[in-house]
């Protein structure tokens, strides 16, 4: 079992950037593969980015392709989600979350998650 305690977030203007951490608790960190979610009020939770195991297969929703970036330090226990070029419709509680089942990929699927944070808020204001 891992624990996941996201950071990060807080508000921001549109054009801005922002940088979310996901800390993980115990040893075993790098066999899941983990990825970022996000829901915006009234709006169903929706996938952001994932990255496998090793970090070497990243996936991104359109929505953010070209503008997030998310990596992993397993040394560190830590997943990050870099986010440049925040416009207002990136606003959302954001959510990290680990997958153990996948060894060489990562899902874009949340229901493939066991393992989810309790969120941070990114709020871009125009």
């Known amino acids: 079992q891992v624990q996941l305690v996201e950071s990060g977030g807080g508000l921001v203007q549109a054009g801005g950037s922002l940088r979310l951490s996901c800390a993980a608790s115990?040893?075993?960190?790098?066999?899941?593969?983990l990825g970022w979610f996000r829901q915006a009020p009234g709006k169903e939770r929706e996938f952001v980015a994932a990255?496998?195991?090793?970090?070497?297969?990243?996936y991104y929703a359109d929505s953010v392709k070209g503008r997030f970036t998310i990596s992993r330090d397993n040394a560190k226990n830590t997943v990050y989600l870099q986010m440049n070029s925040l416009n207002p419709e990136d606003t959302a509680v954001y959510y990290c979350?680990?997958?153990?089942?996948?060894?060489?990929?990562?899902?874009?699927?949340?229901?493939?998650?066991?393992?989810w944070g309790q969120g941070t808020q990114v709020t871009v204001s125009s």
């Open positions: 979350a680990a997958d153990p089942s996948r060894l060489y990929s990562a899902s874009t699927l949340l229901k493939e998650y066991d393992y």
């Open positions: 115990g040893r075993t960190f790098s066999r899941y593969a």
């Open positions: 990255v496998s195991r090793s970090g070497s297969s990243t």
